[in-house]
């Protein structure tokens, strides 16, 4: 029997890929190794969206090829957003991978490694959910590629254009994972918002939220990501009225300056999308809210990232991803210049982030005596650790297996990034 090891970074999408590999791979007879250098199989699945994540990679394929020497007959895979069109030139640079694979290329690498197993009728039957057995959170994507092409992403040109997945396939793989123990999902799209544009009879997110909300077992849903011009006012009300989708949402704004919007290709502005935001919230009871974040994009200027910092203390978000701008060879913005310093870049990316801590230091500090609902997922330092509807990070501390237990708890401490509580 054979063994192989996947080496996963980026989004969840990636991590959604990984684990689709991963219950492949063992319906084909190969079991998971504890490290590379135990697996007949490694692939590293890469990510492309910012130059600190490629750099990861490439020293984790170093590392490789360590253990390609001292094993020569390990396969060396590399998936992934670094791989496009004409891998060429990373062929040239990476001489111990074997085979290169675009994203979710479950099937391709099959055909390679496994050429004799009958992958197709088992990939249609969601055998990914195999490889969740014993988690109690699960992702399901449910739309594949993108087609907003933001200037500043790779990510429409490696993963290709949108694609939905069948509602009745997303609910079964749902079923599927549930009988596993899973108890919660999140449906992972680039912009879930778009979901079923191109499916018979155009079933929307809002639609979708209500099939999978009938899967029996099942506590939770969650979605990942939106995009502000799609958060239609009929998405809006199924977050609010479907009992199991959860009250947080991540609607990444990139900027809050008008004319960066324009220049990254977002398609909408400020006003609209606090506009949004105030929807959201007259809508949705204790609804939290996340953002992401550029800063040192192609020509802001010090004004304009004033905005993006005054945008963030008016709204209050309980979650800031930020990050500072990274040239994307291929994409539209690689053309614009990046004349904003790195020393810059690294002054406005910590000025948001001590913003960001002092912001939601104050929203959960508000949490302490209330209680609330967490659904218990690990054991991390001798302490459970789970997460409220609104996804906050709580810790409890308890001498039974509390594993997948939805539970009430009372907050006791807080801080800018998790909850400490005792189960009530």
């Not at 935001?277 to 990232?305: C, H, M, N, W």
């Not at 008016?314 to 994409?331: C, E, I, K, L, M």
Request: charged content about 25%.
């Amino acid at each position: 029997m054979k063994n192989y090891y996947i080496w996963t970074i980026g989004c969840q999408m990636n991590k959604a890929d990984s684990a689709a590999l991963a219950g492949a791979l063992e319906s084909a007879g190969y079991c998971r190794a504890a490290s590379p250098a135990e697996a007949d199989l490694v692939v590293v699945n890469s990510c492309s969206v910012r130059e600190n994540a490629e750099q990861r990679v490439y020293g984790k394929l170093g590392a490789l090829a360590d253990v390609k020497r001292s094993r020569p007959g390990t396969i060396i895979a590399l998936m992934g957003c670094m791989v496009g069109a004409d891998d060429s030139e990373l062929r040239a640079r990476l001489p111990m991978v074997d085979y290169f694979f675009p994203p979710a290329a479950t099937r391709q690498v099959l055909d390679r490694v496994v050429p004799d197993f009958a992958c197709d009728g088992a990939l249609g039957k969601g055998i990914a959910a195999g490889s969740w057995e014993g988690a109690v959170a699960a992702f399901v994507p449910i739309i594949h590629g993108c087609d907003n092409f933001c200037t500043y992403c790779i990510v429409p040109y490696r993963r290709g254009r949108e694609q939905s997945r069948p509602v009745e396939d997303i609910v079964r793989e749902t079923e599927d994972l549930v009988r596993k123990g899973v108890k919660e999902v999140t449906l992972l799209g680039q912009n879930v918002n778009s979901y079923g544009h191109y499916l018979r009879g155009t079933p929307d997110l809002a639609d979708l939220f209500w099939e999978v909300n009938g899967v029996e077992g099942l506590e939770r849903i969650r979605f990942l990501t939106s995009h502000p011009k799609d958060m239609s006012e009929r998405l809006i009300e199924a977050i609010a009225s479907v009992p199991k989708v959860c009250e947080y949402v991540n609607l990444p704004v990139q900027s809050g300056d008008d004319e960066v919007l324009k220049r990254m290709g977002r398609r909408y502005n400020v006003a609209k999308y606090e506009e949004t935001i105030s929807k959201l919230r007259d809508r949705v009871s204790d609804l939290a809210l996340a953002t992401d974040l550029i800063v040192g994009f192609p020509g802001e200027s010090y004004e304009q990232f004033q905005n993006s910092y005054a945008l963030l203390e008016r709204v209050g978000f309980d979650q800031v991803h930020v990050a500072a701008y990274s040239r994307r060879p291929g994409t539209a913005a690689a053309h614009m210049g990046d004349d904003v310093s790195v020393e810059e870049k690294k002054a406005r990316l910590e000025a948001v982030e001590l913003l960001q801590e002092r912001v939601a230091a104050s929203i959960n500090a508000q949490l302490v005596g209330r209680t609330v609902e967490v659904l218990f997922e690990d054991l991390k330092d001798g302490k459970w650790q789970g997460r409220t509807r609104t996804n906050k990070l709580v810790f409890v501390q308890s001498g039974r297996d509390i594993r997948g237990l939805l539970a009430a708890v009372q907050i006791i401490a807080a801080t800018p990034w998790s909850l400490r509580g005792e189960l009530a």
